[in-house]
């Protein structure tokens, strides 16, 4: 299939172990905060979500932190899996014109090492 | 359907060659957005439709893109005059309604080159 991840940074971790992938973002007046999971010749998934006023938010094997002071977003994925091997990408949105707009950022690619 | 689907999935123009990209969102989805991912990028805004009505079209690059909703389901993006760097997938995405869009459902997009 289509390589999404061409000329990515990339994460390489060893099944099992804990990933944490990290992302700048610019706008400090966006509502929340969405990370999405792309996988070869797929549209973007999306993961998980969180809203400009929490710091932490947990999911299944994944958590989000966001830190408003230096403008980072980090996703935590716990006991990494061969079926996490994608592109991740992190997105603001907010309100612009009446309804929701999502901005992506620059993508992660995951490499899960068996 | 289940999801959302875009057709077709490939598609080959001839650089000045007009194409047609088709989105069919999830039944009853009042948002629908359009968007254009380089390799290696990650997607950029195109166009956002609220049933209809075309909100947003800040994202289109040139007067050669047009995209349409006429009815308020399906939706065609049109590039007219194609040129090199047109070549990309074209992701649809859509959305139960228009304040819950962190919540898109994406189709797989067309990959569209043009030579």
């Known amino acids: 299939g289509e390589s999404v991840g061409l000329h990515l940074p990339t994460l390489s971790v060893q099944e099992g172990d804990n990933s944490i992938i990290n992302c700048a973002y610019s706008?400090?007046?966006?509502?929340?905060f969405i990370w999405y999971k792309q996988e070869s010749g797929k549209g973007p998934q999306f993961i998980i979500d969180?809203?400009?006023?929490?710091d932490k938010r947990q999911g299944q094997r994944v958590t989000v932190l966001l830190n408003k002071t230096v403008k980072h977003l980090s996703l935590q994925i716990a006991a990494t899996q061969p079926g996490d091997s994608a592109v991740y990408f992190c997105?603001?949105?907010?309100?612009?014109?009446?309804?929701?707009?999502?901005?992506f950022g620059i993508g992660t690619k995951l490499q899960v090492i068996p | 359907g289940a999801g959302v689907s875009q057709s077709p999935r490939y598609k080959v123009a001839k650089r000045g060659q007009d194409v047609a990209l088709r989105c069919d969102p999830i039944?009853?989805?009042?948002?629908l957005f359009w968007y254009q991912q380089a390799l290696g990028q990650g997607p950029e805004f195109l166009t956002y439709?609220?049933?209809?009505?075309?909100?947003?079209k800040s994202g289109l690059p040139s007067d050669r893109f047009f995209a349409e909703r006429p009815e308020g389901s399906v939706s065609t993006l049109k590039i007219q005059r194609t040129q090199q760097e047109d070549s990309a997938v074209y992701l649809c995405?859509?959305?139960?309604?228009?304040?819950?869009?962190?919540?898109?459902?994406f189709g797989s997009g067309t990959r569209l080159t043009v030579v």
């Open positions: 995405a859509s959305s139960l309604d228009r304040t819950r869009a962190y919540g898109y459902t």
């Open positions: 706008n400090s007046a966006s509502d929340y």
């Open positions: 969180i809203r400009s006023n929490m």
């Open positions: 997105a603001e949105g907010g309100y612009s014109g009446g309804y929701q707009k999502v901005t």
């Open positions: 039944s009853g989805h009042v948002s």
């Open positions: 439709f609220q049933n209809e009505a075309q909100l947003d």
